[in-house]
C-alpha cells in the first residue's frame, strides 16, 4: 500500500527556515516524480514544486523560486523541501505528491496521482 508522510512542519518567524520531510513506504521512490503542493487559509491548493525521476527539469512556482529547494534521497525513500527567507504569505498545509511524471508547469503539481495528508506550516512572529 502506498502511503506519505509529512513530518517538519511547524512555527517560524518570517525569514526563516524550514525542512520538511515527507516519508514513502509501500513503494519504490526512485521510479517516480515527486512533488510539493501547498494549500493556504481560504485559498486553492497550490503547485510548489516538481522533480522528475532522473533527468529533465524540476520546476518551482515563481512564489517560491530562488527560496525554496526539493530534493530527494532515494536510499531512504524520503523526498525534502528546504524552504528559507519564509514569508508570511508561505503560511500553508504542505503535500506531497508522487506520480510518473511532472507537468509542464508547477502548478501541474497539484494533479499528481498520490499525495500525503500535509503540514502546517506557520510564518509568524
Known amino acids: 500500500q502506498l502511503q506519505l508522510v509529512e513530518s517538519g512542519g511547524g512555527l517560524v518567524q518570517p525569514g526563516g527556515s524550514l525542512n520538511l520531510s515527507c516519508a514513502a513506504s509501500?513503494?519504490?521512490?526512485?521510479?517516480?516524480?515527486i512533488g510539493w503542493i501547498r494549500q493556504a487559509p481560504g485559498k486553492e491548493r497550490e503547485g510548489v514544486s516538481c522533480m522528475p525521476s532522473s533527468g529533465g527539469v524540476t520546476n518551482y512556482a515563481d512564489s517560491v523560486k530562488g527560496r525554496f529547494t526539493i530534493s530527494r534521497d532515494n536510499a531512504k525513500n524520503t523526498l525534502y523541501l528546504q524552504m528559507n527567507s519564509l514569508k508570511p504569505e508561505d503560511t500553508a498545509v504542505y503535500y506531497c505528491?508522487?506520480?510518473w511524471g511532472c507537468g509542464y508547469y508547477a502548478s501541474d503539481t497539484t494533479l499528481m496521482k498520490y499525495q500525503g495528508k500535509g503540514t502546517l506550516v506557520t510564518v509568524s512572529s
Open positions: 505528491a508522487v506520480d
Open positions: 509501500g513503494f519504490t521512490l526512485e521510479y517516480y516524480a
